[in-house]
């Protein structure tokens, strides 16, 4: 047993030392949920604490008390994940003892994860940790990655997670809890005649945001199913109901009012507004792989589609479709401004809306006399209500 924590520091460093050791990107414990008829099948994995490039003085004790508990042990796989023993927790115990005083660890959330699994049946427990950032091989390090995207430890659109949705299986959710479609077309009769058929809230592969998720106080989402997990949001993110959404894998980067919807590997900026029904295309939806970034203080207008990456400080009108291909005119005159705000950029009169992608301070338009869509530099500052963020 450890007694004080320079031995503690000692034995982390003698670990790390060792041949076999190497440090995970993220680690954690989880505890996973099983088929109601299969019990091989993992319908989700959920995770207490998430480690994602810290506390890799857990991590070596983690591997550690696996290896001496007799759990296969190989760090030179893109990932591990191992199910846990009752001499895991107890080693893991005595090497986190200087710890284990309440005062001392309330501080220390790996060590109260240890706590909780003292005395516990462990078989619906599991170590997780990734190496390198590869193609999911497990359901378990899926959730891991999903966590870190809604945690904001891991940036948007920086992990692989190819595949997820091959190794995810759909299930019936009622509340936080996942149903095996099997087992409920086998039990539906017996359920329904004695009045015990579960609300179903969703048919789906991924659970919602909020089932995993504590946004930050001045964060809200008005509507659970609104939100999806993977998706990360800044604080200061406003969800309003009705035709928002928020895709796993996409979000905000800074407090954003949604009210449209914010598609698969979609990025929004601090400060801008997605009006109600606007809809910013994903990489599934129409923009060829080309993932779409909207910059700060950006105004899409209510019920506009945004196909391009839009700058700092631009608008998109209620009801207009910008595509890559969509044809915009600019006159002589906002050519002019637009340079003057985006330097080295050439423009035309006639352009694809795919040359104006990522540039600061452009207004689209609709011209309702010709019904051309145009250009303009913008002439409005964008901001949002301090109060309702």
């Known amino acids: 047993m450890i007694q004080n924590e320079n031995e503690f520091k000692e034995k982390v460093e003698d670990i790390k030392a060792l041949p076999w050791f190497k440090e995970p990107i993220g680690f954690g414990i989880t505890r996973i949920d099983k088929g109601q008829l299969n019990k091989d099948k993992i319908l989700q994995a959920t995770y207490p604490v998430v480690n994602w490039g810290e506390n890799i003085g857990s991590a070596a004790i983690f591997l550690n008390a696996l290896n001496e ?22 080693i893991a115990m005595g090497n986190f003892a200087p ?27 599991k170590a997780v940790f990734i190496f390198e950032d590869k193609k999911p091989k497990s359901i378990e390090t899926v ?32 509340g936080t809890m996942p149903i095996e479609l099997d087992w409920l077309r086998e039990n539906e009769i017996a359920l329904k005649m004695t009045g015990q058929y579960p609300v179903i809230d969703m048919v789906d592969k991924f659970p919602r945001f ?17 939100v999806r997990f993977g998706a990360s949001l800044a604080p200061g993110t406003t969800v309003m109901p009705g035709a928002s959404y928020i895709n796993f894998n996409a979000g ?3 407090a954003v009012m949604v009210e449209g919807r914010i598609s698969s590997s979609a990025i929004v900026g601090a400060g801008s ?54 044809k915009i005119s600019i006159n002589d005159d906002e050519i002019k401004k637009i340079t003057d705000a985006n330097k080295e ?38 901001k949002l209500n301090k109060e309702l963020h």
């Open 69 to 90: 508990s007799n759990i296969a042990v190989n760090c030179t796989d893109s990932e591990l994940v191992c199910e846990l023993n009752e001499d895991f927790v107890k």
């Open 99 to 125: 710890y284990l005083d309440k005062a001392v660890g309330q501080n220390h959330q790996n060590v109260q994860v240890i706590r909780e699994l003292e005395g516990k049946e462990l078989s619906s427990y």
């Open 143 to 174: 959730y891991l990655k999903l966590y870190a995207l809604s945690l904001n430890k891991a940036p948007l659109r920086s992990l692989n997670l190819d595949g997820a949705f091959s190794l995810l299986h759909n299930s019936a959710w009622s």
């Open 210 to 226: 909020l089932s995993h998720i504590i946004p930050a106080d001045n964060t809200r989402i008005l509507d659970t199913s609104k």
């Open 252 to 254: 905000t980067t800074g």
């Open 273 to 326: 507004d997605i009006g109600g029904g606007a809809s910013i295309l994903g990489v599934l939806s129409g923009t060829d792989g080309n993932p779409i970034s909207i910059g700060q203080n950006t105004l899409l207008g209510a019920n506009s589609t945004t196909g391009i990456p839009l700058g700092d400080g631009c608008i998109v009108d209620g009801g207009l479709s910008i595509f890559a291909g969509t």
């Open 345 to 382: 950029v050439k423009l035309s009169n006639i352009v694809k809306a795919s040359q104006l992608q990522g540039l600061h301070g452009i207004h689209f338009r609709q011209d309702s006399l010709t019904g051309k869509i145009v250009a303009k530099r913008s002439e409005r500052e964008i």
